[in-house]
Each structure stands twice: as structure tokens, then as C-alpha cells.
């Protein structure tokens, strides 16, 4: 087939394309340039730049040939603006979901040669056929399987979508990248938003947001305990960045109207945790909602996953209860992932 090879420069998608070679597959790699230079330039010298040094070595390394696909303004209104308003609103977001549907396997497939048969990327997650339609099924991985960041596709895009990680584990894509010597085969796995890289995030919020100081408050005895930031730079379970003595200390719940960000230790917060959401705005991969009420779901990327009852209360919004609390904290803007047994169905966002 003719394939266009989504190059990242992290080992996953070098071993992907290394793979797919071997298969003998016609295959065009392709770097998105998503960075508006101007936005990030308070961080001094281009901190990508190293990803396309990397892009570049696999692809000569290779003998692929390698495109340079400039989205920069689309990226920004598609996915950065949402992640700002999201923030600014007090929410949680997940640009990686958008990422994918809007800009990997939406604006860019639209953009290159209708002849490219695939789409290809570093994803640990698997297509399939099924009856009604495509089906994306979870990796072997438990831990990197990345069908939480799919799980906004259609049957379109699935249709011209290949994850040739599908049925590797990360232990295996290390091993082949050994095997292949590849240029990344070291290079650690990138951590955070998709847009970041290694920027911090709060070093992001800073930029567009700035400093709104306002008090911390421990929520069992409404004693201020200190001063924040601004609530922007907190999300519902955060332990880390508090500059609290006497913890650990956990966020759990954000006053926006007056920006106080309420606090509690965790022998306070078992009390606090939740097991009942809200969800709504979903996306279900087959183009329907599922007939089965007793699903998995996800409501973060990584191993966790639940058994849950899904009460359709109508078409666009349902009340979830999980087996258990979820101890890591339930916040608004995140999005639910919805599983049935190896299969993923799609997802929603958490409203309350």
C-alpha cells in the first residue's frame, strides 16, 4: 500500500515505520510543524527542533523520503485555542483526543494525496473489521495502550488508519528499535500535552493566562493555609505544586467566581471521593450509542479502567456510576472512555 507514516521523532513511530518497511509497503513520512514560533518564543532557543533532528536521522537511516507539512494556524484554532478556554473555564482538557481527530487524521488526511491509501502513527491501539463497521480494539500494553486518545475517530478515519504497534508491547518496540539500530532507540518517551514537548505546562498558563492570586482553603475547617497562582493552574486530585507544609495536601474542588482553590488531606478526602459523573458531547465509534449499559471506562490515559453502569438519561448526556471511587479525583473537562471487554466504543465529556 501506499502509506503516509506520521513521524514523530520518539522511537514509537520510527520502530512503526521501520515495520512497515519490511512489509514492503510504499511509504512517505510526514513531520507536522504545529509550533507557532512567535507564541513559544519566551522560551528562547526552539525546543523541536531536536524531534525533527531525530525525524530526520530515521528517515535517512531508512532511505524514506520525509515531508515537512507546515499546520501551524490550524493547529492553534483547533486545539490550542480549546485548551486555553478549557483552562480558562476551570476545566480539565485532553488536547491529545482533538489532536488526533481534528489534526492527524482530520485536517492532514484531507490535505495530502487522495492516493495514500493509509495513515500510519506510533499509537498503541489496534483496527479491525467487524460487522457494522471498523473496530478499535485496545493494545496488550495495559499501560500504553492509547485508544483513550483514539476514541473521538470515526468510521472514516478508521477506515485509512494503521497502528502497526497494535499487538507490540513497549518492552517489544524498544527490543525491534535495538534490533533495527535506530537513531531513537534510546530517546525517552515524551511526557504530557501533545503540543507541549518540554514546555511546562504551567510555563504555558503563564504565557496566556498570567497570575491571578488567590487564597488555598482546607475544606474541612475553612482555614486559609496559603496563596495560589490562580485556579487555572490546578486540576481536581493534584497533589504536586502546592507549597503546603503539613500534607500531603490535595485539591478538591475549585471556587472560580472568587478563585479559591479548596484543599484536604487524604485521611479527610476518602470521604470526598467520587463514583457518580455526569458525561456528555460523546463520540461513539460505530455511530451509535451502544445498546449494553454495563461497560469499562476510562477516565484518564493509562492502566486504570473500571466496570460502570451507564444511565442514558437522553441522546447527549448520561450519568455513569463506577464500580468504585475513582482516588485520583472526578474533574469536569475530562474526558470518559468507554470499553466493551477489548473493544472501544468511544467516549464523552465529564460535565459534572
Not at 530515521?58 to 520525509?66: A, D, R, W, Y
Not at 478515519?157 to 517489544?172: D, E, H, I, N, V
Amino acid at each position: 500500500m501506499k502509506i503516509a507514516m506520521l513521524l514523530s521523532g520518539g522511537v514509537d513511530s520510527s520502530v512503526a515505520m521501520r515495520l512497515l518497511q519490511d512489509q514492503g509497503h510504499d511509504i512517505t513520512a510526514f513531520y507536522l510543524k504545529i509550533w507557532l514560533q512567535d507564541e513559544f518564543s519566551f522560551l528562547g532557543d526552539c525546543p523541536w527542533e531536536e524531534d525533527l533532528g531525530f525525524v530526520r536521522a530515521v528517515c535517512e537511516q531508512t532511505g524514506i523520503p520525509l515531508e515537512v507539512t507546515p499546520l501551524q494556524s490550524e493547529y492553534w484554532d483547533s486545539v490550542i485555542n480549546y485548551t486555553i478556554a478549557e483552562i480558562k473555564a476551570g476545566r480539565t482538557p485532553n488536547p491529545d483526543l482533538f489532536c488526533n481527530n481534528l489534526v492527524k487524521f482530520g485536517i492532514f488526511a484531507e490535505r495530502i494525496d487522495p492516493s495514500f491509501e493509509k495513515i500510519a502513527s506510533g499509537h498503541y491501539a489496534w483496527v479491525e473489521p467487524g460487522e457494522s463497521g471498523y473496530l478499535l480494539k485496545r493494545s496488550p500494553d495495559p499501560i500504553k495502550d492509547q485508544t483513550y486518545f483514539l476514541a473521538y475517530l470515526n468510521q472514516a478515519q478508521l477506515s485509512r488508519a494503521l497502528f502497526p504497534l497494535g499487538r507490540f508491547t513497549k518492552k517489544q518496540v524498544r527490543d525491534l528499535a535495538a534490533q533495527y539500530d535506530l537513531a531513537t532507540q534510546k530517546r525517552r518517551d515524551s511526557q504530557g500535552l501533545c503540543f507541549l514537548g518540554q514546555i511546562k505546562f504551567s510555563d504555558f498558563i503563564k504565557q496566556h493566562l498570567g497570575e491571578l492570586p488567590g487564597e488555598i482553603i482546607n475544606i474541612d475547617t475553612d482555614q486559609v493555609l496559603g496563596e495560589h497562582k490562580g485556579y487555572f493552574y490546578y486540576t481536581i486530585g493534584q497533589r504536586q505544586g502546592l507549597g503546603l507544609s503539613g500534607g500531603p495536601w490535595y485539591v478538591v474542588r475549585k471556587d472560580i467566581p472568587n478563585n479559591r482553590i479548596f484543599v484536604s488531606r487524604r485521611s479527610e478526602m476518602e470521604d470526598k471521593l467520587r463514583d457518580t459523573f455526569l458525561c456528555g458531547n460523546f463520540n461513539w465509534i460505530a455511530g451509535a450509542r451502544p445498546q449494553k449499559t454495563d461497560l469499562l471506562v476510562k477516565i484518564r490515559h493509562g492502566e486504570t479502567i473500571y466496570h460502570c453502569e451507564v444511565d442514558f438519561l437522553d441522546e447527549e448526556t448520561a450519568r455513569v456510576k463506577l464500580e468504585r471511587p475513582d482516588r485520583a479525583g472526578i474533574a469536569a473537562g475530562q474526558f470518559a472512555v468507554f470499553y466493551d471487554d477489548q473493544i472501544c466504543l468511544g467516549g464523552g465529556v465529564i460535565l459534572d
